[in-house]
Structure formats: C-alpha cells, structure tokens
C-alpha cells in the first residue's frame, strides 16, 4: 500500500493550498483515509478525516471551516483544501488510511497506512 502526499509549500498567512494524496495498492472502500499533521517539537495530531464510500466527514476544531477534504473515487485520491491559512498551521501534513472497515463513528486515531509528509509553512 502506498499514499503519496504532495501540494505542500510557503504561503502567506490568509493564504490557501491544497494537499493531495494519491492512493495504490488497495482499495479504501468501506473504510477511510485522512490528514496528521506535526509540527516541530510538537506531537503528530488528527486534522480531518472521510468515509470513502459515503463522503462523511470530521474535522479537528482547530480547522473547523477554513480545511475541507475530499475524495476522488475515480482517480483514488484524496484532498485538502486548507483556505485562511494562518502561522500556526506551519507542519508536515500526512495522509494515513485505515486497514479496517468502519461504522458510523470516523476514526481520529489508529490508522495504518502513511504517507511521507509534505511540508506547508505559513508565514506571517
């Protein structure tokens, strides 16, 4: 199984970017993928995840309405819309999926798979 993050780089604060990760060697059907992020000197925290089959969605309270994920079925890859960027979302940003199915509860935690990172700074 492989995720392949990119999209990262710098911006400016109140900026936008946007995250990919491209999925292979398994299908996420009936389970779910998401975005980490850690920062330096900080632990690796949940950002947003989505239920691949369904779209549901939940996000950290820290990105509630400026972060949005997707996901492409067609294409196996997953997004991050990340608008109003401010200094303190700087971080490497990882995608994970989950090897298990999933019921109606999103998983903020225990995921199996993971991505290399990509690195977003937000200057101020």
């Known amino acids: 199984v492989q995720l392949q993050a990119s999209g990262g780089g710098l911006v400016q604060a109140g900026g936008s970017l946007r995250l990919s990760c491209a999925a292979s060697?398994?299908?996420?059907?009936?389970?779910?993928l998401a975005w980490f992020r850690q920062a330096p000197g900080k632990d690796r925290e949940f950002v947003a995840t989505?239920?691949?089959?369904?779209?549901?969605?939940k996000y950290a309270d820290s990105v509630k309405g400026r972060f949005t994920i997707s996901r492409d079925k067609a294409w196996n890859t997953m997004y991050l819309q990340m608008n109003d960027l401010k200094p303190e979302d700087t971080a490497v940003y990882y995608c994970?999926?989950?090897?298990?199915?999933?019921?109606?509860?999103?998983?903020?935690?225990?995921?199996?798979?993971w991505g290399q990172g990509t690195q977003v700074t937000v200057s101020s």
């Open positions: 989505i239920a691949w089959n369904s779209g549901r969605t």
């Open positions: 994970a999926g989950f090897g298990r199915g999933i019921s109606w509860e999103l998983p903020t935690d225990g995921y199996d798979y």
């Open positions: 060697g398994r299908t996420f059907s009936g389970s779910a």
